[in-house]
């Protein structure tokens, strides 16, 4: 069974400030990782995705995030935020394959707060 | 294209009632499934279906929670007799069936209120 763990909870940030959102996952096959971003009674928008290749992964308004194997991990990023970015944005993971392929499994969510 | 349509938005109902929400999926989505976001957790698969079957509904409370998709189009997931934990955010996603294109796109969801 794959787990996500999102590291905070919150993240409050001042514009034009720089963001790191953490995410940590465990699995015993291989995965590829998501990253969603829900905006207030919204759906959930998809950001950016690994499947396989470069793990430099450029998503949607700036982010890109960063897959580490050896780490387990799956930080977001983004240089500089605006008041547009506050949101919770969820980690994910699905196996590569087999039965239930597709099933997303998410991390807690972490919202994301800018201030002016 | 159009996406994924779900209603209603909102529901309240008292607990020991029933319910039922509605899913469209985006045109052509083979792969189609149901979460429970509950406040302040990511949300949770309930069940998958492909086409007109179920894939993996190992995570449904099916003593009272119960999901069709009968022309592997759109589907419904009813809950009777509905809980007060289940509160929470219904969201339908759905998937083409080209693995390369492993996207789940996700509708605005139901919020069920159980009183």
């Known amino acids: 069974a794959q787990s996500v763990t999102q590291l905070d909870s919150q993240v409050p940030v001042f514009e034009e400030a720089p963001v790191e959102l953490r995410c940590n996952y465990s699995?015993?096959?291989?995965?590829?990782l998501f990253w969603y971003v829900q905006y207030p009674n919204q759906g959930l928008q998809l950001l950016l995705k690994?499947?396989?290749?470069?793990?430099l992964v450029k998503g949607i308004n700036g982010f890109e995030a960063e897959f580490n194997k050896s780490q387990t991990s799956f930080h977001l990023r983004k240089p500089s935020v605006h008041i547009s970015d506050t949101a919770e944005y969820f980690c994910?993971?699905?196996?590569?394959?087999?039965?239930?392929?597709?099933?997303?499994?998410f991390g807690q969510g972490t919202i994301l707060t800018v201030h002016p | 294209e159009a996406g994924v349509a779900q209603s209603p938005r909102y529901k309240i109902i008292e607990k020991r009632q029933s319910v039922a929400f509605w899913c469209n999926p985006i045109?052509?989505?083979?792969?189609l499934y149901w979460y429970q976001q509950i406040l302040g957790q990511g949300p949770k698969l309930l069940i998958q279906?492909?086409?007109?079957?179920?894939?993996?509904d190992s995570q449904l409370p099916k003593d009272r929670f119960s999901a069709e998709r009968l022309k592997g189009v759109d589907s419904t997931l009813k809950i009777q007799p509905a809980k007060l934990e289940d509160s929470a955010v219904y969201l339908c996603?759905?998937?083409?069936?080209?693995?390369?294109?492993?996207?789940?796109?996700f509708g605005a969801g139901t919020r069920l209120s159980v009183l």
């Open positions: 279906f492909q086409n007109n079957g179920v894939v993996d």
């Open positions: 699995s015993s096959v291989s995965v590829y």
């Open positions: 045109s052509g989505h083979a792969t």
């Open positions: 994910a993971v699905t196996k590569t394959g087999g039965t239930s392929y597709g099933k997303l499994t």
């Open positions: 996603a759905s998937r083409p069936l080209d693995i390369a294109k492993n996207i789940q796109y």
């Open positions: 690994y499947l396989s290749g470069s793990t």
